[in-house]
């Protein structure tokens, strides 16, 4: 890893060596970068509930306050990222179902976790295996995969998945709710740029930028269950400063520590995270980023029926617990040139080296008992557990282009490439608790190479108000699988080209007006995973087209959106707990309806209100159960709030619904002994959020929040997930939630 680092950190020293004695660049203005920059962000932001923050993680020159929203189009500096800063402008221009939720929404719903925050739009839906967030399993339109495998994920534009390629699931989850600024979830194929595994969407979690002036903050939040009375707190600091006009430092640091409302949950999670960014020159910065993370948690598992019935707060599985360690770095620079209108050269490195492990109760004798390996009610008579360690190194240059006048067709340019090395070793080990014999079941190693390339070309007419963008991905990807169990070596190469088209027209485009008609067509893929390449799964690629269709309105106190989509899934694969093997469920049809509202009164801006639906059908095209609905979607998902701000209060409800689901393609109603298969009831669960300014001067904020989750008490629950896949899973009951945060 050190070798890795020095490495990129040599190309980059000679790449900025060279841009500065190459040929003199002209400025993008008569400003400073950073002036130029500054100028060019978005200096406002949606003032309700779901929607972007104007904060430009890039720019220390903008300001934390939150500000009324201008429809009016400021210019945009060139940015080799197709998704931009998630500014608000960037998202209402958006041709495609986006959704970016800022801090101060989170705070409003009460959200403990980052899949706490996200439930409340539309199209994901959040298990909550642990209850404290440590393990989220997010699903996307009916997109369900153990740890979240069918989404990309990405934190400031860098994946955060431990393999992009050979492991997709966030079996680590390297990040606390209390060190994001905001969350973008773009549903759907995303764009060409971000690849692979975006068949459900692309998710960028965005740290906090490093503020304008020096700046401390300290907060705390304990979480209280009402079923045991246990805690749960957070603590988290951060402190940025700028050491001279160019060159600016932060430092944070997230700690985790408590039980949710079950036995065996203990739980322990350090985040801490090291930004830097330097401005070399007028044109040219330099961003560095380095996170530790480290997580130890008991989990409680699944219950039988009969125990669910009889206390929620126990635990069948004693057993399982989950350790998992990540070191993460990226180094990002920019170069912006004199070339066309606008130009950016962008060279970013990035790696990270992850350990993780879980334990969990093993049933050797289940097949000769006739029941699962993982029955929470009958004891385990082994020990598995399942180390697993990560070496990830990429590399990735983009090239950015503005070209054109008002009068002719404007075109921006992206094209890049990226190379990705991945090292895994992956074994499972099984202990016989009788007499501690320990076998390995599974010793493999799993070698990536992957290189893709992507071209985009978004051409604008008649005045900007129409706009094509035709895109193209490259992946090649080669897999070297070797099994030391059997001493066998085996290569796998998948090669697939990727095409997209987006369109959009403003059917009404003034400064404070925007009615946007949108629609889009992508080619997803998701390369074989480690388990699926052996074991008894299907080798081979998933494979997905995605369709959209939508239009959105934006004004100063309105935004709605309203999308229909279509993803035509080829060979989709799909875990097989008992047998514990991926079955290629063959070709699987999602699709469905989004729209989401947010209105505040032009006579009432103390008020505001948000609704959010979407309605999904997940059926199996082909099989036994062809025309089935699959496991875990539902059908329909509805989300609310309403706020009310009065002097320095404001008071926020919110809630989430839930229709059934099926645990099994048979789609069975009736539930089998082990909970395993049967139907999973609807939920609804409301939240209660007050909020209080104690202090808000130039220098200090002091703020307080104290909150209600599931405010009535709904006792639901999901089925098993992973390493205890049969069962009835408890969600969390009524909790209190006291948060206190401190500026100055």
Not at 137 to 147: E, F, P, Q, T, Y
Not at 669 to 676: Q, R
């Amino acid at each position: 890893m050190v070798i890795i680092f020095k490495r990129s950190a040599l190309c980059l020293a000679m790449l900025c060596i060279y841009q500065q004695s190459s040929a003199e660049v002209t400025p993008i203005s008569n400003k400073t970068s950073a002036q130029a920059r500054s100028d060019s962000s978005i200096a406002s932001t949606i003032t309700s509930t779901i929607t972007s923050s104007a904060i430009d993680s890039d720019n220390p020159n903008n300001k934390a306050a939150t500000q009324t929203l201008s429809v009016t189009a400021a210019p945009i500096v060139v940015t080799a990222e197709t998704l931009g800063n998630s500014s608000s402008n960037e998202v209402k221009a958006f041709a495609g179902n986006r959704t970016v939720i800022d801090n101060k929404f989170i705070k409003k719903t009460v959200s403990n976790s980052i899949d706490g925050a996200l439930q409340f739009i539309p199209g994901v839906k959040i298990d909550d295996e642990t209850g404290t967030g440590v393990l989220p399993n997010i699903s996307i339109r009916g997109l369900h995969a153990s740890r979240s495998g069918q989404a990309q994920f990405l934190m400031d534009g860098i994946p955060l998945t431990l393999a992009p390629y050979g492991h997709t699931g966030q079996s680590i989850f390297p990040a606390t709710l209390d060190n994001l600024e905001r969350i973008d979830v773009v549903r759907g194929g995303a764009a060409t740029q971000y690849g692979p595994n975006n068949v459900g969407g692309v998710i960028n979690l965005i740290t906090k930028p490093i503020a304008k002036e020096t700046q401390t903050e300290i907060g705390t939040n304990l979480t209280v269950f009402e079923q045991n009375g246990k805690p749960l707190t957070s603590l988290y600091a951060r402190h940025s400063r700028w050491l001279n006009d160019d060159f600016g430092v932060q430092l944070e640091a997230n700690g985790i520590k408590g039980d949710s409302f079950r036995d065996h949950s203990d739980t322990e999670v350090t985040n801490l995270q090291a930004k830097a960014l330097w401005y070399i020159d007028d044109n040219q910065e330099l961003e560095g980023f380095l996170q530790y993370y480290d997580a130890d948690t008991e989990m409680p598992g699944a219950l039988s029926p009969s125990a669910y019935e009889q206390d929620i707060e126990q635990s069948q599985r004693p057993f399982e617990a989950y350790q998992g360690k990540s070191t993460r770095w990226h180094a990002k620079y920019k170069n912006y040139l004199d070339i066309g209108d606008q130009a950016v050269l962008d060279l970013t490195t990035f790696g990270h080296h992850a350990t993780r492990n879980f334990e969990w109760g093993f049933n050797s004798q289940a097949n000769k008992q006739g029941v699962h390996w993982a029955d929470p009610a009958i004891a385990a008579d082994s020990l598995r557990t399942s180390p697993r360690e990560f070496d990830v190194y990429g590399v990735e240059p983009k090239f950015s282009m503005k070209l054109g006048d008002s009068k002719n067709i404007k075109h921006h340019l992206i094209s890049g490439v990226r190379y990705v090395n991945e090292d895994i070793d992956y074994k499972l080990t099984q202990t016989k608790l009788a007499d501690g014999t320990t076998t390995t079941p599974r010793d493999w190693n799993l070698q990536t190479d992957a290189w893709a390339a992507y071209l985009s070309d978004e051409m604008s007419f008649l005045d900007e108000r129409l706009k094509i963008t035709p895109g193209i991905r490259y992946e090649n990807a080669k897999m070297t699988f070797n099994d030391a169990g059997d001493s066998t070596q085996t290569d796998n190469t998948i090669t697939e080209w990727l095409p997209g088209l987006t369109t959009s027209y403003a059917l009404n485009k003034s400064d404070d007006k925007l009615w946007l008609i949108y629609a889009n067509a992508q080619k997803s893929l998701r390369t074989p995973q480690i388990a699926n390449i052996r074991g008894n799964g299907e080798e081979g690629s998933e494979l997905a087209w995605n369709y959209e269709i939508g239009t959105r309105y934006t004004t100063d106190n309105l935004q709605a959106n309203l999308g229909l989509y279509r993803i035509d899934f080829k060979d989709q694969l799909q875990w097989n707990s008992r047998d514990q093997s991926f079955d290629n469920v063959g070709r699987t049809l999602h699709q469905g309806l989004e729209t989401a509202i947010t209105y505040s009164p032009e006579t009432f801006k103390n008020i505001d209100v948000g609704l959010s639906y979407n309605y999904l059908d997940a059926t199996l095209k082909e099989g036994a159960d062809k025309g089935n609905q699959l496991p875990y979607s539902s059908p329909h998902q509805l989300g609310w709030h309403a706020s009310y701000k009065h002097q320095d209060y404001n008071a926020t409800l919110s809630g989430v619904y839930y229709d059934k689901a099926y645990a099994d393609n048979a789609n069975t109603v009736a539930e089998s002994k082990d909970g395993g298969n049967g139907e999973t009831p609807a939920y609804q669960v409301w939240n209660l959020s007050l909020q209080k300014t104690l202090q808000d001067t130039k220098n200090e904020k002091l703020s307080v929040q104290f909150g209600i989750n599931n405010l009535f008490d709904e006792q639901y629950y999901f089925r098993g997930i992973d390493t205890s896949p049969v069962g009835r899973y408890p969600a969390p009951g009524r909790s209190y939630k006291l948060g206190l945060n401190y500026q100055f």
